[in-house]
């Protein structure tokens, strides 16, 4: 083995005695540099390609292949285990609440539909022609068909109001399941978009919730979210 220095950071490498006067790569900058063995007095030898521009061949020279394995390379910095599981606890989220998000997308719909209808049936209602007075809901008759039509807006005004609620929820816990974070209101939305009534999208949001909560309840999963929730 040999000490040789790296002419462009000064870092000093091991060689083997085979590789003297061939190229290497500097395990500190990663750039190549021709090895020479220091002197008895510590300096470093000269840089055989110093004084040479960069048109010279240094650049353009072809490497022997051999070179390759037997040249210091600059270590890569390992995985750990928990980087390797909170990548797979993201993988593993990221489809229920995709889901999660459907249902409350979908809840954003019906809820603005339905404050749709809170306007525009009270402006059907003020353009009907009143009802005779001998029909049924004229004068004297009790609640004629104009007065219904109001109280049926502010039903579709309650029931909007409601669902868009409920979806905000539901669609900010999908948000936080995906990024590991607030496991309670990720587990939150999921349980909102299960309950039969409840949710906005009772066909969907059943399956859907259920896989979301059976995700969130595996160890490693847990364990990411308990982790992001405590820093």
């Known amino acids: 083995m040999a000490i040789t220095t790296c002419p462009h950071c000064t870092s000093k490498l091991s060689v083997g005695s085979d ?22 007095r510590g300096s470093p030898a000269p840089d055989l390609w110093a004084g040479m521009s960069p048109d010279d061949d240094r650049g353009s020279r072809r490497r022997d292949p051999d070179d390759d394995d037997d040249r210091p390379r600059r ?9 390797d599981d909170r990548e797979w606890a993201e993988d593993q989220v990221q489809q229920p609440a995709t889901m999660l998000q459907v249902v409350g997308w979908w809840g954003v719909f019906i809820g603005s539909l339905n404050l749709l209808f809170a306007v525009a049936v009270p402006i059907i209602a ?28 502010g039903f579709y005004v309650v029931q909007g109001v409601y669902i868009l609620g409920l979806s905000f929820v539901i669609l900010t816990g999908a948000a936080r399941m995906k990024r590991l974070e607030s496991r309670g209101l990720a587990m939150t939305a ?42």
């Open 75 to 83: 270590r890569r910095r390992r995985r750990t285990d928990d980087e």
């Open 19 to 40: 590789l003297i006067g061939r190229e290497v790569e500097c395990g500190s900058c990663g750039r190549a540099f021709v090895a020479a063995p220091e002197d008895t």
């Open 126 to 153: 003020v353009n009907l022609p009143p009802p005779p007075a001998n029909a049924p809901g004229g004068p004297g008759g009790g609640m004629n068909p104009q007065q219904d039509m109001i109280i049926s807006a």
């Open 190 to 231: 999921a349980i909102l978009a299960m309950i039969p009534c409840f949710s906005p999208c009772c066909l969907l949001g059943l399956p859907f919730g259920v896989i979301a909560i059976q995700t969130m309840n595996k160890p490693v999963v847990r364990e990411q979210f308990e982790r992001n929730d405590r820093s």
